[in-house]
């Protein structure tokens, strides 16, 4: 089944304490994205990637890094996270840059940084 | 940048009726539009998009119009049913097929079936 998966669903944190979410697709989609969605903002754009080793920043890159070492991952690291990054995230991935292709979704990742 | 603006952010309907969901953009060189559908606890879904080239577009219950030159666009539901509840998000993008750009999302609309 085509999908895009994302681990873990639900994460607990402390402020300062490095945490990675995955995402991996099944898809050998070139694109891929990062989103946050908080209540009254939308989705907004984290970090994307149009391929394997290039990654450039979205609207909100601030306390995030990521990496495209193979071209089914798109990990999310937050180095030192704060309590203004809890958020639910979602990862999403496409076969062509996503203004021509389908964006696909993962499930989403719910974040609490206390 | 883009900017979308979503209307209105919760809408309630009753099952059966037709729902209308508003976007307008600011740049005038944006050239797609898709409509993303959240259902509680799952990630946004494609439902439908519009090219520039096209002011309207139609599948089953849903259709989007696009007009380009009062730069809005939106979503048409008809014969609404339950499983349409569900938050939708509009967004636009300039996207020139030689970089990034990326799509700018609406805040999204909250939309209620009622029975």
């Known amino acids: 089944e085509a999908q895009v998966t994302q681990n873990p669903r639900y994460l607990i944190t402390v402020t300062g304490k490095k945490l990675t979410v995955t995402c991996s697709q099944n898809m050998n989609h070139e694109y891929m994205s990062w989103y946050r969605q908080d209540p009254g903002l939308g989705l907004r754009q984290i970090y994307y990637?149009?391929?394997?080793?290039?990654?450039d920043k979205g609207d909100v890159p601030e306390g995030y890094k990521v990496s495209r070492k193979e071209k089914r991952n798109f990990p999310l690291i937050l180095e030192s996270p704060s309590p203004n990054q809890t958020s639910l995230y979602f990862c999403a991935s496409s076969f062509e840059p996503q203004a021509l292709g389908k964006l696909f979704f993962g499930s989403g990742t719910q974040l609490s940084v206390l | 940048g883009e900017n979308v603006e979503q209307h209105p952010s919760t809408l309630s309907v009753q099952e059966g009726d037709s729902a209308v969901i508003k976007c307008t953009y600011s740049d005038s060189a944006s050239n797609y539009f898709p409509w993303y559908k959240q259902e509680l606890g799952k990630g946004p879904q494609l439902i439908i998009d519009?090219?520039?080239?096209?002011g309207e577009k139609k599948d089953q219950r849903i259709a989007v119009t696009l007009n380009k030159t009062a730069k809005h666009f939106s979503l048409h539901i008809t014969e609404t049913q339950p499983e349409d509840s569900a938050v939708y998000f509009c967004a636009a993008t300039p996207y020139s097929g030689g970089g990034a750009d990326g799509l700018t999302f609406g805040k999204g609309t909250h939309l209620i079936i009622q029975p």
């Open positions: 990637s149009m391929n394997v080793e290039v990654t």
């Open positions: 519009i090219r520039s080239n096209v």
